[in-house]
């Protein structure tokens, strides 16, 4: 028996002509889309404007794929942590994080990571593969399902587990989904894709015409200390990442977002911010410094508070905007670099 046509996993086009193969008109396609990502529909049953026959041939052919949030926890700070149990078993986190007036869910595009940066606690758990788009936009979908009335996420960053570029199809055509006004419609302004450094998959990014944020894990100013922290890094030097950049379209009033973990008596240094601020000329950048969120065995340190406000200091004489980032959630897990839970299924 052939695999059901799974209607999560198709962008609207593909719905479309999947339509059209059962002699359906754009018009059914418009209404089912409208079903599962305004509505949030799990089932054809529950479609009571598509006729009845539309919908048992549906039920055969097709299906509507969903996983089950089988953990949810709420930190302190109302930072939220999702566990997902995909369909083979697989485990992936995505977060919710309010502030201020913002909701940003951060979602995973890989369960595990093979990029082994030395400070993340994701690195460790390993590879176990790559997810597919429908599983990518399902944990927004997901997460969305648990607000309350009033509630609604404002933003989307790629910035959970895995590495959306080392997944780029399905990064892509999530995005894709997520941002097609016949879809999920979100504006792409609000969602970012956050990248190791991945110069090729910037390239292709650029051309994609999605008009989404990026955002760079820098986390070093030169590359013998990059290619210590970032394995990566040895086969894509600073140098060509920025150039990556610099070329990368940024919208109007955007600017590329660089992160950048600070790491005690790594990348602290009053030098590593004199010369990240060499490195940055030209590029229409904000940074992001995240003060390490310890892990046991992990190696590293936080650096004391008057080492990171220096830091931040003397960016900002320099006139780059530099923001702190206390990452949130961290008593349940959900800061940056420490996603990792599992549960026995
Ligand atoms: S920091 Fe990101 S790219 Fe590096 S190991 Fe962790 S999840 Fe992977």
Redesign the pocket.
Known sequence: MPHPFCVMDATSDELRAFLAGLGESGYRARQLLGWLYARGARRFAEMTDLPRALRERLEAEAAIDWFPVARHQVAADGTEKFLFVLEDGVQVEGVLIPDGGRLTACISTQAG?P???AF?L??ILGFQRNLRAWEIVGQVLAARATLGSGERITHIVYMG???PLANYAATVKSLRILTDPRAFGFSPRRITVST?GLVGGIERLAKEDLKVNLAI?LHATSNEIRDRIMPVNKGFAIEELLEACRRFPVAFRQRITFEYVLLEGVNDAPEDARRLVRLLKGIRAKINLIPFNDWEGSGFQRPALHRIVGFQDLLLEHGIRATVRWSKGEDIGAAC?QLKETVEV
């Open positions: 990571c990029l082994d940066c993340c994701t690195g587990m895995g590495e190791v894990s670099g």
